[in-house]
Nanobody, 128 residues
Framework: EVQLVESGGGLVQAGGSLRLSCAAS????????IGWFRQAPGKEREGVSC????????YYADSVKGRFTISSDNAKNTVYLQMNSLKPEDTAVYYC?????????????????????WGRGTQVTVSS
């Protein structure tokens, strides 16, 4: 059974940092992508970042470029999202998800529908 478990969320002041973790288990796909998404109350789910397992390519939403960094530790089957210079508008539930057929990531990584399995999310709250 594929499982994704997010952790690392919390309450932080604006300008602060958090590191989210996504621990993956139960799959042995040779090629996949892990994406981070977020959803604020009353808003649609938004793609934040993505990393490809095949070549390590990374992708970011414009709103987080230069502030967030995605990385992976294959030995631990864990993907991280380092979030710096946090803003109140970053407040949301953050989810990680896995795409087991990661084609054309450069143009479609942020589409939630392409992801096959999802974690339950972790709350990030940034106070002003």
């Amino acid at each position: 059974e594929v499982q994704l478990v997010e952790s690392g969320g919390g309450l932080v002041q604006a300008g602060g940092s958090l590191r989210l973790s996504c621990a993956a288990s139960g799959f042995t796909f040779d090629d996949y992508a892990i994406g981070w998404f977020r959803q604020a109350p009353g808003k649609e789910r938004e793609g934040v970042s993505c990393i490809s397992s095949s070549d390590g390519s990374t992708y970011y939403a414009d709103s987080v470029k230069g502030r967030f960094t995605i990385s992976s530790d294959n030995a631990k089957n864990t993907v991280y999202l380092q979030m710096n210079s946090l803003k109140p508008e970053d407040t949301a539930v953050y989810y990680c998800a896995v795409d087991v057929i990661p084609r054309a990531l450069d143009v479609g990584w942020s589409r939630a529908r392409r992801y096959d399995y999802w974690g339950r999310g972790t709350q990030v709250t940034v106070s002003s």
